[in-house]
């Protein structure tokens, strides 16, 4: 379903111990919501799992993919990247026809369809990325 790397792993296994969470009962909740400035956003939180998600295990930690996520989840990259002026986890989707300079969010690609594309919205500046 999804890869995670051994920096997302790592990541999120300190994550869960300064939050005081075991790893056996939560992990990376992962799921997109309508919004943003290209149409989808990506959402996560430490939590439990919902009894539809699907689980992904690496290295003693789980990421949780919320049922109605999985169309727009499958085969992504879930990364953690720790660089001076971004920092955090990061989605290579390739389920993506466009994604905003954030990062945050994305336009799903759709059969047979050109991606609706704003360059006044994709460039970043709205949602507090770089263009």
């Known amino acids: 379903m999804i890869t995670i790397t051994e920096a997302a792993a790592s990541h999120l296994h300190a994550l869960l111990k300064s939050k005081g969470a075991s790893p056996d009962e939560q992990g990376l909740r992962l799921y997109v919501e309508r919004g943003g400035c290209a149409g989808m956003s990506y ?3 430490v939590g439990e799992p919902q009894a539809t998600d699907i689980a992904v ?3 003693g ?3 949780y993919i919320d049922a ?3 169309e727009y989840l499958s085969g992504v990259q879930l990364d953690y990247e720790d660089a001076l002026n971004d920092s955090g986890f990061k989605i290579e989707n ?3 026809a466009r ?3 954030c990062g945050t969010s994305f336009e799903p690609t759709k ?3 050109e991606p609706e594309f704003d360059p006044e919205t994709m460039s970043g500046s709205v ?3 770089d263009s």
Do not use: I, L, T, Y
Request: charged residues 35%; negative net charge; proline residues 4%.
């Open 43 to 45: 959402a996560m939180a």
């Open 57 to 59: 295990e690496k290295d």
């Open 61 to 63: 930690v789980r990421v």
């Open 68 to 70: 109605d996520s999985q």
């Open 94 to 96: 390739p389920n993506a």
């Open 99 to 101: 994604s905003c300079g």
């Open 111 to 113: 059969e047979d369809k």
């Open 127 to 129: 949602c507090g990325g």
